[in-house]
């Protein structure tokens, strides 16, 4: 088991949309598997919930996560959704117009910033085995899926922020402060 290194803002590979993994008869190869398994060991050692394979420099449609009591990883994903978008809900907080404040391992400082994403994701793909997978989502667990596949499109969460959230997040990021 390797912890690997998290690309940061800046790398070329996170704004590149990422290739289809090959696989055979169905399966991924050896190489495929051990970088699932690393990949999510390190999102295990930096305390993340989601970790997509080009924020370690890998340009593959590939990502794993931990969300709740919902763990996996997924090799060429495909999300469909519905609803309109809006703020992810903090149901465990007192305040009812609490939201979901994302954040990514990629984005240095400790930038959180509410996104828009839609209330209910089905995802699609094949497991780490080789198995169809296929997981329908709600809550924290939709927001982070639809966060993963952005990193497969080249995209981050800071290309979703608008108005004072953008604005303030990129001035946080260019100060190097968190916001």
Request: proline share 7%; hydrophobic share 40%; glycine share 10%.
């Amino acid at each position: 088991m390797s912890v690997l290194e998290i690309r940061q803002i800046g790398d070329p590979v996170l704004r590149s949309p990422a290739s289809a993994v090959p696989l055979n008869d169905g399966t991924p190869d050896q190489r495929i598997s051990q970088l699932i398994h690393n990949m999510d060991h390190t999102m295990e050692h930096v305390n993340g919930i989601g970790l997509a394979a080009p924020q370690v420099g890998v340009s593959l449609r590939i990502f794993t996560w931990h969300v709740e009591d919902s763990r996996g990883a997924v090799i060429n994903p495909e999300i469909t959704w519905s609803g309109s978008p809006s703020f992810v809900p903090r149901p465990e907080e007192e305040d009812a117009d609490a939201v979901l404040r994302e954040g990514c391992l990629s984005v240095p400082g400790g930038i959180y910033a509410p996104v828009e994403r839609f209330p209910h994701a089905v995802l699609t793909g094949v497991g780490p085995d080789g198995e169809s997978l296929r997981i329908e989502a709600t809550g924290l667990l939709a927001a982070c899926l639809q966060h993963e596949l952005d990193h497969l499109d080249g995209k981050l969460f800071l290309d979703r922020l608008t108005g004072e959230h953008k604005k303030h997040a990129y001035r946080a990021l260019r100060n190097g402060v968190m916001a």
